[in-house]
């Protein structure tokens, strides 16, 4: 079974300062990674996914995840977070199985950037 | 650029009745999905399609139903509607590859009273 996890409901940052929103996965196979970012009263934006190769994938909008399979892990980085980046923060998976084509998602993470 | 247009942003429906919720996307992708989005958990996979006609039950498919007569547009529809029902809809489409990224349209917000 193919399952996601954030575990903070909530992340707090000060503008300035890097910022990372976790995810873990559970998936047969190869597993491949998704984060999307959903603004107020907004559908989902892509920001960025892992397939395979270099374990730090770059993404849109300056952000960055870095894959650990050791620890299934896929979080979400920026070094220098900006207040327009507060909003909701989704990590997916699909796995790599042949018809595995659902693409499961986190509960979702809310990042606030303080001035 | 990918476009996946919902038919509604807000839909307020009365218990009992039948919603139609229609969802159409532009770049000839096999794959369509409905997703229900509620506070704290997350995405729900209601439904999914990999190509007319085809459909497969996702998470939460009770007191739902999909259809999908043509490949750019695919229907979540609530057969007698209830205000657990109550929610964020989201339609998303992508290609048959499991290393694409999906679209999402902007979200049909429905109040059912």
């Known amino acids: 079974a193919q399952s996601v996890a954030q575990p903070e409901d909530q992340v707090n940052v000060a503008e300035g300062n890097p910022l990372t929103v976790k995810c873990t996965y559970s998936?047969?196979?190869?597993?491949?990674l998704f984060w999307y970012v959903q603004y107020p009263n907004r559908g989902l934006q892509f920001l960025l996914k892992y397939i395979t190769g270099d374990n730090l994938v770059k993404g849109s909008y300056g952000f960055e995840a870095e894959f650990n399979k050791s620890q299934t892990s896929f979080h979400l980085k920026k070094p220098s977070a900006l207040v327009s980046d507060s909003a909701l923060y989704f990590c997916?998976?699909?796995?790599?199985?042949?018809?595995?084509?659902?693409?499961?998602f986190g509960t979702g993470t809310r990042l606030t950037v303080i001035p | 650029d990918v476009k996946v247009t919902q038919s509604s942003r807000y839909l307020v429906k009365r218990t009992g009745e039948k919603v139609f919720l229609e969802c159409v996307q532009d770049?000839?992708?096999?794959?369509m999905f409905w997703y229900r989005q509620d506070p704290g958990l997350g995405l729900r996979l209601i439904y999914f399609s990999y190509d007319v006609k085809m459909k497969e039950k996702g998470d939460i498919p009770e007191g739902y139903s999909v259809s999908r007569e043509k490949k750019e547009r695919f229907s979540l529809i609530l057969e007698s509607a209830s205000t657990n029902q109550t929610s964020m809809y989201l339609c998303?489409?992508?290609?048959?590859?499991?290393?694409?990224?999906?679209?999402f349209g902007q979200g049909t917000r429905l109040t059912v009273v």
């Open positions: 998303a489409s992508s290609l048959i590859s499991r290393n694409t990224e999906a679209f």
């Open positions: 997916a998976v699909r796995g790599g199985q042949t018809g595995a084509n659902n693409l499961f």
């Open positions: 770049m000839d992708h096999e794959n």
């Open positions: 998936v047969s196979g190869n597993p491949y």
